[in-house]
């Protein structure tokens, strides 16, 4: 069992794992309910094989534990967000290992906001959970609370989207590919892109437990490229398996990445004044490129720490609307606390359609900066015991040597220490790089 419950985003690791098994979702469920009354979880999944199991599992012990159940079903993460606050629960729950092979899994949690929970809120979670654990106590009483399954939910959250964008001339003039990893948007992006009247093609929608972003979706885009090029289209979507990640490719099959569509929306917003932004939050991992764009056009730029939710903590904090990550992750505050592909995808049709000219033309704002990134394989519990590498990681932390910018950190969601070299020129990056990825395996 890990000494820590969550990382960078909820709990995650092999479906397999201890905290996945019956004992364990009942020692989180007391730690989440805490005996108080007249409480309410709402809970979604994603597409693999694991997720209907743990769902089963947190579902009888949540009830047990006193909890009121809404269920939706497979749907994406910010549709959860949003319907958590929109039936008044106290608690979102997705089940779900986002972007990871189907192996993993995870549970991510929401505030009755719809807010990913605060750090402080984790730990109280944690403390508790490790209490319980150690007591050995667990709930066995049988609750005969009915479990409301909520019906045709995706539709609700459509509603939401079909709200803000009928009102911005979509049309089915553009060609547009979407990759839905065989994730959670398999289902409900067909049914927004037809009621908008967007011509797609759909990809990778085809889920069977075990094929959630395997060699697709946002992680792949080159196959997305690849399809946009071969149907000769105007653009292309990729989102992550649980569909809050979205990574794009305009009509000659370059790649768009988050950084790239931060830009596009900021310079949208500055030149049409539709939100009065005026500044952006990017995160350690956001290229420098993209940095120097942002000041160009007179605003702020801000970096968070890796993680979505730590990208709308500073977005709260400096009162700002527009932020993200180069993976996808994309907040406009003014619609909705979480990253959503779906939304932000549909967004960026608009902008195309608005301005009239196309994708590669619309995208191409800066040039970014050379990025060498390395993952290297490293146990969690070894990380707290390892002075070397958390020397290191101290060290190396967004820190500019000989011009480049170096980020050593370790994952919050895969066992690994990843490496971050960026700079102007390729082969000092190389260099750099090899150089202190030597370091770190002589750390391990």
Same mark, same amino acid.
Do not use: W
């Given at each position: ?65 006193g909890a009121y159940i809404y269920l939706t079903g497979i749907l994406p993460t910010p549709a959860v967000s949003y319907l958590t606050k ?58 005969? %609370?009915? @479990? ?7 539709? !609700?959250?459509?509603? #939401? &989207? $079909?709200?803000? /964008?009928? =009102? ?76 809050? %990640?979205? @990574? ?7 790649? !768009?990445?988050?950084? #790239? &569509? $931060?830009?596009? /929306?900021? =310079? ?96 191409? /704002? ?79």
């Amino acid at each position: 069992m890990y000494k820590n419950l969550f990382g960078t985003d909820g709990i995650r690791g092999y479906a397999s794992d201890e905290i996945f098994n019956h004992a364990s979702l009942n020692f989180l469920a007391k730690a989440i309910i805490n005996n108080k009354k007249s409480f309410k979880v709402l809970i979604g999944i994603d597409t693999r094989i694991s997720s209907k199991i743990i769902e089963k599992k947190l579902v009888d012990n949540l009830k047990n534990n006193g909890a009121y159940i809404y269920l939706t079903g497979i749907l994406p993460t910010p549709a959860v967000s949003y319907l958590t606050k929109k039936f008044n629960c106290n608690l979102g729950i997705v089940i779900s290992a986002s972007h990871n092979p189907y192996k993993y899994n995870g549970i991510k949690f929401f505030n009755k906001n719809g807010e990913k929970l605060l750090k402080h809120q984790e730990k109280a979670i944690e403390k508790k959970f490790f209490k319980f654990k150690k007591e050995g106590k667990f709930v066995k009483k049988k609750s005969e %609370r009915k @479990i409301k399954k909520i019906k045709n939910s995706y539709t !609700i959250y459509i509603k #939401k &989207i $079909i709200s803000i /964008l009928k =009102k911005k001339k979509l049309s089915s003039k553009l060609k547009v590919v979407v990759d839905c990893a065989n994730g959670s948007t398999y289902k409900i992006s067909k049914y927004v892109f037809s009621n908008l009247k967007v011509k797609c093609f759909f990809i990778k929608n085809k889920p069977n437990g075990r094929n959630i972003n395997y060699k697709c979706g946002s992680l792949y885009p080159n196959v997305l490229s690849e399809e946009v090029k071969k149907r000769s289209a105007d653009f292309g979507i990729s989102f992550d398996g649980d569909g809050d %990640r979205v @990574i794009c490719c305009d009509e000659q099959g370059k790649i !768009i990445d988050g950084d #790239k &569509i $931060i830009a596009c /929306l900021a =310079k949208y917003f500055v030149n049409t004044k539709s939100l009065k932004i005026n500044s952006v939050i990017g995160t350690l991992m956001s290229n420098r490129g993209l940095e120097l764009y942002i000041k160009s056009i007179g605003l702020k730029f801000y970096r968070a720490k890796v993680g979505d939710k730590f990208v709308y903590e500073l977005i709260k904090k400096k009162k700002c609307l527009l932020g993200g990550e180069q993976s996808g992750h994309i907040i406009l505050k003014n619609y909705g606390p979480s990253g959503d592909g779906l939304f932000i995808g549909l967004y960026l049709i608009k902008i195309i359609l608005d301005y009239g000219e196309k994708a590669s033309k619309l995208f191409n /704002l800066y040039n970014s900066h050379f990025q060498i990134q390395k993952n290297i394989i490293f146990k969690d519990s070894n990380y707290k015991k390892n002075i070397k590498i958390r020397a290191l990681s101290k060290s190396y932390n967004n820190k500019i040597v000989n011009n480049s910018r170096v980020l050593v950190r370790k994952s919050g969601t895969e066992p690994m220490i990843r490496l971050l070299v960026e700079g102007k020129k390729i082969n000092e990056i190389k260099l750099l790089s090899q150089k202190i990825e030597k370091e770190i395996k002589k750390s391990i």
